[in-house]
């Protein structure tokens, strides 16, 4: 599967963005999918999931209560909306897939067979 993020940008602090995740290829809803991101000097570290149902989502500690996970199993897309967003947001943001026979939404970047190419989130303060 190819994965290919967009919504990427430059906002102010407060502010909101959604990202989007066009995947392509074997069957969309086969993956459970995955949002990461890595910031400069930092290693990558997990920020949602959703499972391949759309039934069960997870989200990092440091985003719940500002950033929802949700896919459209019709369109081939999954989303990461953002809102409330932190100097410390600031990252490359990563769409991932994960192809297991089971619906779950996982946190752990061994799970995930397929990354996208990432896209730049600037959250200025």
């Known amino acids: 599967v190819q994965l290919v993020e967009s919504g990427g940008g430059l906002v102010q602090a407060g502010g909101s963005l959604s990202l989007s995740c066009a995947a392509s290829g074997r069957t969309f809803s086969t993956y459970n999918m995955g949002w990461f991101r890595q910031a400069p000097g930092k290693e990558r570290e997990f920020v949602a999931a959703?499972?391949?149902?759309?039934?069960?989502?997870y989200l990092a500690d440091s985003v719940k209560g500002r950033f929802t996970v949700s896919r459209d199993n019709t369109n081939n897309t999954v989303l990461l909306q953002m809102n409330s967003l932190k100097a410390e947001d600031t990252a490359v943001y990563y769409c991932?897939?994960?192809?297991?026979?089971?619906?779950?939404?996982?946190?752990?970047?061994?799970?995930?067979?397929?990354w996208g190419q990432g896209i730049q989130v600037t959250v200025s303060s």
């Open positions: 991932a897939a994960d192809y297991t026979p089971f619906d779950v939404a996982r946190r752990e970047t061994r799970w995930y067979d397929y």
């Open positions: 959703i499972s391949r149902s759309g039934r069960t989502t």
